[in-house]
Every structure is written in C-alpha cells, then in structure tokens.
C-alpha cells in the first residue's frame, strides 16, 4: 500500500552512544549496517517499541531511554516511501547480545568511519544531522 506524501512511516532508531561518542550500528544479514530500532505500531509508546525491537534485533536490555535527546530525518528512501527516523539517545546493557537477521554483528562507529561503510539511508541521515553541529 502506498501512503500519500503527507503521511511517514514512522521509525524509532536507538542512538547509543559509547564514551568516545560513537555510535552503535547493527550488520543486517544483507551486509548494510543500520541502527537497531524499527517502526512504531499503533497504540504504542516510544520506550516500549525501542525495547521490543532492541530485545527482538540484539538481545540487548534497555536501561534508559532519554526522550529530551531526540533528533528528526525526514525523506523519501529508495522506495518512494516518505520516512521520519527518530534518533532517540538510549542507554543498554550490551552484554546480552544476541545475533539475528537485522543485527549479526554490533559495531561503534564515528560519522567517518561510518560514510565508508556500506550503510542504510537512515545511518546517512544521521551522520548529516551529527555533522551538523
């Protein structure tokens, strides 16, 4: 079904930052790295879909989430879909990890590193954002 362009497919991304102020990103099993999250379902809270997807995508367990550090990209990807990633700082304990499809693998990357790779549109958005300051 195709939205019209007035309405976003709403996506909660985790930015978890380590102590040097990298950022985590996830290897999917297509070989693009990406931040773990995913789409906010209807009726449900920011923090209880950032938990279900982090539990879902790595195993990993929320500790905190902090809504007064948020940052917003908005545009149209490759499938013409009109898309809001919302960055949201967030704090886990890492030490359960667990690999699946959407996170094989777990990394930390600067913006640098990160336009090397090969990333999602969302990871680009975000380093445009970070760069920014």
């Known amino acids: 079904m195709e939205l019209p362009r007035c309405c976003y497919r709403i996506s909660l991304k985790a930015l978890i930052l380590d102590k040097n102020g990298r950022f985590l990103l996830c290897k999917e099993d297509n070989g693009l790295w990406d931040l773990p999250g995913g789409g906010l379902e209807l009726g449900e809270s920011i923090e209880d879909c950032l938990r279900r997807e982090l539990t879902e995508e790595t195993g ?10 948020i940052k917003v990209a908005t545009y149209v990807d490759k499938k013409n879909t009109s898309v ?7 704090e886990v304990d890492v030490g359960g990890f667990t690999p699946s499809r959407e996170c094989r693998e777990y990394r930390y990357f600067s913006t640098d590193e990160a336009k090397r790779e090969l ?8 380093v445009k954002l970070l760069d920014e300051k």
């Open 84 to 90: 809001a990633n919302i960055f949201i700082q967030t």
């Open 60 to 69: 990993f367990k929320v500790n905190k989430v902090d809504l007064k550090n």
């Open 119 to 126: 990333v999602y549109q969302s990871v680009d958005e975000l």
